[in-house]
């Protein structure tokens, strides 16, 4: 079955910049999305087809692609962004929604 | 605005049956795709299924025979029926609508709040 690889954590203080990767064979040929979830909450989209910011979602975050692997960066990172952060794509056969293991993104 | 509200969701014992509902407003659900994703304590999220506006439905591997999605127009409602239940299936099951780029590729713009299924003797 396809798989999104995603990093288990990533740790950066505040104001850094945060890079979180996803990598997948078929994202050359599908669009990633990225969520965010807070503890208790539900997801929250905050990049759609690789690199659109859906209104509301502020401009430290980003999202980029390249070959097999999506990233998503915000800058000048908050304490707020602490949470947890998932890529979802497709196979390469566009039927089944796949999503990355998700990445903890802890603001030190 | 586009309000997702989950119910239906409890302790059942394994090989039992229960069935979620999504109570959609700020939006018509039979126009759109609509979709269940679950996250098991601690863990990732899994998509289990989708319904697309004319219908058509498909399912994770994992829940496939034993799930069913479907949708009540006349009062905006989305379902999962659930059967055959197993500890694995345990999980907070939220449903979300799903906005099409492609005939099969979608995304996730709204959520409900989740409703937790636990299933345990």
């Known amino acids: 079955s396809y798989e999104l690889t995603q990093p288990p954590s990533v740790s950066v203080s505040p104001g850094q910049t945060a890079r979180i990767t996803c990598s997948g064979d078929?994202?050359?040929?599908?669009?990633a999305y990225w969520y965010q979830q807070k503890p208790g909450q539900a997801p929250v989209l905050v990049i759609y087809k690789d690199s659109e910011r859906p209104s509301g979602i502020p401009e430290r975050f980003s999202g980029s692609s390249s070959g097999t692997t999506v990233t998503l960066t915000i800058s000048g990172v908050q304490a707020e962004d602490e949470a947890d952060y998932y890529c979802?794509?497709?196979?390469?056969?566009?039927?089944?929604?796949?999503f990355g293991g998700g990445t903890k993104l802890t603001v030190l | 605005e586009v309000q997702l509200v989950e119910s239906g969701g409890g302790l059942v014992q394994p090989g039992g049956s229960l069935r979620l509902s999504c109570a959609a407003s700020g939006f018509t659900v039979s126009s759109n795709y609509m979709s269940w994703v679950r996250q098991a304590p601690g863990k990732g999220l899994e998509w289990v299924s989708v319904?697309?506006?004319?219908?058509?439905?498909y399912y994770a591997d994992s829940v496939k025979g034993r799930f069913t999605i479907s949708r009540d127009n006349s009062k905006n409602t989305l379902y999962l029926q659930m059967n055959s239940l197993r500890a694995e299936d345990t999980a907070v099951y939220y449903c979300?609508?799903?906005?099409?780029?492609?005939?099969?590729?979608?995304?996730?713009?709204?959520w409900g709040q989740g409703t937790l299924v636990t299933v345990s003797s």
């Open positions: 979802q794509s497709a196979d390469s056969s566009g039927t089944f929604v796949v």
């Open positions: 319904i697309y506006s004319g219908g058509s439905t």
């Open positions: 078929a994202l050359p040929k599908q669009y």
């Open positions: 979300a609508r799903a906005l099409r780029i492609e005939v099969a590729e979608y995304y996730f713009d709204y």
